[in-house]
């Protein structure tokens, strides 16, 4: 008997909803004394002060992309030597290649709007000043990739694709953990490893 695949579950962003809220319970903690106690942390902080880069003056966005042209080799594609593949034309592979990287793409934005909003509860729940100043830093790091990533999915690709469910699971699992911690693990190696992985293939 053949296996009965699950059915997806719909997404606020499948249904063509664009603002979706998560009920989060987290602590805020305050630091009333601000010692420095991470030099580690604050080095990266200052760093990361001088070397901010603003997107519209350091990437070439005037170049034009040929959103056609494969970012990997055939045999990564998700139906390669299916029969399926076989009975594809040329066209229809091109076609094809510009939707999965269309659907790859959008999937980093969503990932890295995830990234945002951890990095912004990190700000808050991490309980030494060096954290909070490191964490803040990152904040806008991540709000840059979103931004980055939504202007060329809609200036150069030209369309964007809804966040996968699982992901969104994911997401969702790491924004809801009231530990801060654990927020910190979900997106270092899970989100950022999963990112790594695709880039290294791409």
């Given at each position: 008997m053949a296996a009965?695949?699950?059915?997806v579950?719909?997404t606020?962003a499948s249904t063509g909803l ?10 805020l903690v305050?630091n009333?004394?601000?010692?420095s106690?991470?030099?580690d942390?604050?080095d990266?902080?200052?760093k990361?002060k001088r070397?901010h880069w603003?997107s519209?003056?350091t990437?070439?966005?005037a170049t034009?992309?040929d959103?056609s042209?494969?970012s ?7 139906l390669?030597g299916?029969?399926i593949?076989k ?6 592979k091109?076609a094809?290649?510009v939707e ?13 709007q ?11 729940s991490v309980?030494?000043?060096?954290s909070?100043?490191?964490?803040a830093?990152q904040?806008f790091d991540?709000?840059r990739?979103?931004?980055v ?6 200036q ?13 699971t994911l997401?969702?699992?790491i924004?809801?953990d ?5 927020k910190l693990?979900?997106m270092q190696i899970m989100?950022?490893?999963?990112a790594?992985?695709?880039?290294g293939?791409?």
């Amino acid at each position: 008997m053949a296996a009965q695949l699950e059915p997806v579950p719909e997404t606020p962003a499948s249904t063509g909803l664009t603002l979706e809220k998560l009920e989060c319970k987290m602590d805020l903690v305050y630091n009333w004394g601000y010692e420095s106690t991470r030099q580690d942390l604050r080095d990266l902080y200052n760093k990361a002060k001088r070397s901010h880069w603003i997107s519209e003056e350091t990437l070439p966005w005037a170049t034009n992309v040929d959103a056609s042209k494969a970012s990997w080799p055939e045999h990564f594609h998700p139906l390669f030597g299916s029969d399926i593949f076989k009975k594809l034309g040329e066209k229809e592979k091109t076609a094809l290649n510009v939707e999965i990287s269309s659907w790859l793409l959008s999937q980093f934005l969503h990932g890295e709007q995830g990234a945002l909003m951890a990095a912004t509860q990190l700000v808050a729940s991490v309980p030494d000043i060096d954290s909070k100043y490191y964490a803040a830093t990152q904040v806008f790091d991540e709000a840059r990739h979103v931004e980055v990533y939504d202007r060329y999915l809609h200036q150069k690709v030209g369309h964007s694709y809804p966040v996968s469910p699982h992901l969104k699971t994911l997401l969702d699992l790491i924004l809801k953990d009231s530990r801060w911690d654990m927020k910190l693990l979900g997106m270092q190696i899970m989100v950022e490893g999963l990112a790594l992985a695709v880039f290294g293939m791409v």
